[in-house]
């Protein structure tokens, strides 16, 4: 027997008992599908921060927001997230405006439920998958050690029929087991760098959309007057 030849991953892959090779094919899934939503995401925010960007460029270019608005609302392009939460703000305001028995304040505060309940979709839409990327990358370590638990078991059980013990018996159902472990690893490590990366840049696009908020909601209140 060639034992270099036994300690291969795909031979130690293959040899592993049917409750570890399952463990295997289950860890593998969740890494494609932990990498799918990786590039996902990464392109999503990527978008999102640079329309974020355009946007506010615009904005505090001193335009007209009448212009603006026809811009959000046109069908030419994709709008932003910030893009999306002022059309529903300036959209508010304009409709609430017209009603002559609100009050300023009752303007403002319509125009600001309406941003803020956008704001919340819009933050639902760039947080989702995130779960999926925490819950892989918290899980996959102990199902991993569970698959390597159960190899070593399995490994010791088949020692018991053989009369002695040697490396040669005892290396290759020991290291099929840490193999389990080790796609564990493989599958969780991405998974909680993404999160933690993706996690951050969303936070700072939630605190850009809320400053956001306040501002024009202050240029809607001076209009007001």
Same mark, same amino acid.
């Given at each position: 027997?060639?034992?270099?030849?036994? &300690?291969?991953?795909?031979? &130690?892959?293959?040899?592993a008992?049917? =409750?570890?090779? =399952?463990?295997?094919?289950?860890l =593998?899934?969740?890494?494609?599908?932990?990498?799918?939503?990786?590039?996902?995401?990464?392109?999503?925010?990527?978008?999102?921060?640079?329309?974020?960007?355009?946007?506010e460029?615009d904005?505090?270019?001193?335009?007209?927001?009448?212009?603006?608005?026809?811009?959000?609302?046109?069908?030419?392009?994709?709008?932003?997230?910030?893009?999306?939460?002022?059309?529903?703000?300036?959209?508010?305001?304009?409709?609430?405006?017209?009603?002559?028995?609100?009050?300023?304040?009752?303007?403002?505060?319509?125009?600001?439920?309406?941003?803020?309940?956008?704001y919340?979709?819009?933050?639902?839409?760039?947080?989702?998958?995130?779960?999926?990327?925490?819950?892989?990358?918290?899980?996959?370590?102990?199902v991993?050690?569970?698959?390597?638990?159960?190899?070593?078991?399995?490994?010791?059980?088949?020692?018991?029929? =053989?009369?002695?013990?040697?490396?040669?018996t005892?290396?290759?159902?020991?290291?099929?087991?840490?193999?389990?472990?080790?796609?564990?690893?493989?599958?969780?490590i991405?998974?909680?760098?993404?999160?933690?990366?993706?996690?951050?840049?969303?936070?700072r696009?939630?605190?850009r959309?809320?400053?956001?908020?306040?501002?024009?909601?202050n240029? &809607?209140?001076?209009?007001?007057?």
């Amino acid at each position: 027997m060639n034992v270099s030849q036994d &300690l291969s991953i795909l031979h &130690l892959i293959l040899d592993a008992s049917a =409750v570890v090779q =399952v463990i295997m094919a289950l860890l =593998v899934g969740v890494s494609f599908m932990s990498w799918y939503y990786i590039f996902r995401k990464w392109f999503t925010v990527r978008k999102a921060r640079g329309q974020t960007e355009e946007f506010e460029r615009d904005f505090w270019s001193g335009g007209d927001l009448e212009v603006l608005f026809e811009e959000a609302t046109g069908l030419r392009r994709e709008s932003g997230n910030m893009e999306r939460i002022f059309e529903s703000g300036f959209r508010e305001f304009k409709k609430l405006r017209r009603q002559t028995n609100l009050e300023p304040k009752d303007v403002i505060d319509g125009a600001r439920r309406a941003m803020r309940a956008t704001y919340q979709r819009e933050i639902d839409g760039l947080d989702s998958h995130l779960a999926f990327l925490a819950s892989a990358g918290s899980v996959s370590p102990y199902v991993g050690l569970f698959g390597t638990v159960w190899g070593i078991m399995h490994a010791f059980r088949g020692l018991s029929n =053989v009369g002695q013990a040697t490396l040669s018996t005892v290396a290759p159902g020991i290291a099929e087991a840490l193999v389990a472990t080790a796609i564990g690893l493989f599958a969780a490590i991405p998974a909680v760098v993404a999160y933690n990366r993706f996690s951050h840049e969303i936070d700072r696009l939630s605190s850009r959309f809320e400053s956001f908020m306040e501002e024009f909601s202050n240029i &809607l209140q001076r209009q007001m007057r």
